[in-house]
């Protein structure tokens, strides 16, 4: 029999797993679930927006918003992605390319 501490660390993971296979499946995301997809923190992404270094959508004063699909297209855009990167990418839906760039 497993372990509380075990039993918490599986579902953890799971719910991680979750997590990101939902968001993969959005196509707008908010300025939190972005900063998770990206791996940034929330003040490096403020200043990307502030710059206009990544496209962001404010409809609403306060409310932020990105297409994921834009956001694909900007990780791939900077010299700095690994090839892995776009090919992890390039795999996962078929909808951005090397050659689209």
């Excluded at 719910?15 to 990101?20: A, H, I």
């Amino acid at each position: 029999m497993m372990s509380y501490p075990t039993i918490l660390e599986k579902l953890a993971g799971i719910e991680s797993l979750l997590k990101e296979q939902t968001l993969e499946k959005k196509k707008l995301l908010t300025f939190k679930e972005a900063m998770y997809v990206l791996g940034l923190s929330k003040n490096t992404l403020y200043e990307l927006i502030r710059q206009k270094k990544i496209p962001a959508y404010r409809p609403v004063r306060g409310k932020v918003f990105f297409i994921q699909k834009e956001l694909r297209y900007w990780i791939m855009a900077s010299k700095a992605v690994s090839i892995f990167t776009v090919e992890k990418l390039d795999h996962e839906d078929g909808d951005v390319h090397e050659t689209d760039l």
